[in-house]
């Protein structure tokens, strides 16, 4: 048997492409969806029931249908109602955020209400508002708290966004199942996407462990 | 609806006793539980009144009510004549009312330099420098001064409480709450607590104080409310209370407590 590993060689430039790529994704769509996960967050702490029932349905059907099927329901089935085709890329975003802010959402809701009543309290006491007890006293304890989780979130996105190669968009993943169409070496190719993606994920799944050992019993 | 639920007797008229906190018929319920019942007494201006009585028995529920932290099921809260769940008052309310609670509460991701001026620089809107004079003054006051930079976790339960004092006054309230301040403290710090309580006490401001330190209701309160299951069962002033209570049943709550009538003067003279 003969390897070609100078394929791997040869195509390192289109390799790195699609790295690049893979971290802007990752990059940017958790930038998006911390945001987005804080506002699901507070749309399911409403005193409103519709708004509660609305934003529920929301989270548990991204949290409960595969992300392959939501990134292509965005490309092919949301442009059918809308009568708007985004980009490969912008779809990807589209489709990434509506999921990981689902799972944000989740663990932002839990980091609020861990925070004990009495701490509300004690803000409400010297006269601030509850927008103010929950931007200052409430959040910044809440997050130190949700950190670990969306760490985890953060590792477990930067892998699935090889999903997204099913649209088209050319990150490493579809970099990767393209030269090794090209070329019909599998081994290599496939050896150096995850060689590529295990340098990438493990230095991340390190960090992740130390945020957990750092902020766990943050009180 | 502003004409009077009770009227005296139970408000108690003195030349210059303004009630400057009134409850009047006071009840709340949770699901069955009749936590409060017609509860009715009022704190007059510069008065400690301390509230006693068996745990569960309302004390702490009735404290949340004053700075509508609780919503009423019936009767009314006046503070400085106005309703305190009346619409939009309860923010106005909490301004002038400092509240110290049993676990504290204090903001653990802020110094305690910084748990001090939240307050003030946020609702009165004070700038930091003016805010943090006013809280170094109050760390001196509570013998903290070098704390000011600490955590919370790095501080004593006594310490912490004694944060927690401060941080109340830094908004200048004309009411100080106490929801068992000492209950949550090893026995060694609770000295250091009820003293700071005891030179405010001094210095005029008025403070409704639920305890079960009956050393510090004895020697400090000008007037003693006795609850008992959602009720006030007896209220009157300390000598009456420890010295020849009317009710049995206050006879032998503090009979539980290891007091047994003992004169004021009695103990007075034996520390």
Known sequence: MTFHWHVVWDNLDRF?????????LTVLTMALSIPGGLLLAFLRLSPFGPVRVATTAFVELFRSTPLILQIYWVYYVLPTFTEIQFPAFETAIIGLVCNVSSYNSETFRAGIVSIR???????????MTKAQVMGRIV??????RVLPALATTWVSLFKDTSLVSVINVEELSYQSLKIRTETFTILEVLTAMATIYWLMGYPQAKLVDWVHRRYKAAE | MSAPLVSPPFLRVGAEAAPILTFEKVSKRYGNLLALSEVSFQINRGEVVCLIGPSGSGKSTLLRCANALEMLDGGRVTFEGADVHGAGDARRVRQRMGMVFQNFELFPHLTVLRNITIGPTTVLRLDTAAADARARALLHKVGLSDKVGQHPAALSGGQQQRVAIARALAMEPAL???DEPTSALDPETIGE??????ALADEGMT??????EMDFAKRVADWIVVF??????EQGPPKQIFEAPTVPRTR????????????????????
């Open chain 2, 176 to 178: 100080m709450l106490f």
């Open chain 2, 228 to 233: 008992d299951q959602g009720r006030v069962i």
């Open chain 2, 252 to 271: 032998e709550f503090l009979s539980h407590l290891g007091w047994h009538g003992e004169s004021i003067a009695e103990i007075s003279a034996g520390e």
């Open chain 1, 139 to 144: 959040l910044p304890q809440a997050a130190m």
């Open chain 2, 207 to 212: 403070m409704v104080v639920v305890t079960h």
């Open chain 1, 16 to 24: 790195a492409t699609g790295a690049v790529l893979t971290v802007e």
């Open chain 1, 117 to 127: 009543t009495g701490q509300w309290n004690a803000g409400l006491a010297v006269g």
């Open chain 2, 193 to 198: 607590v009820l003293s700071v309580m005891k």
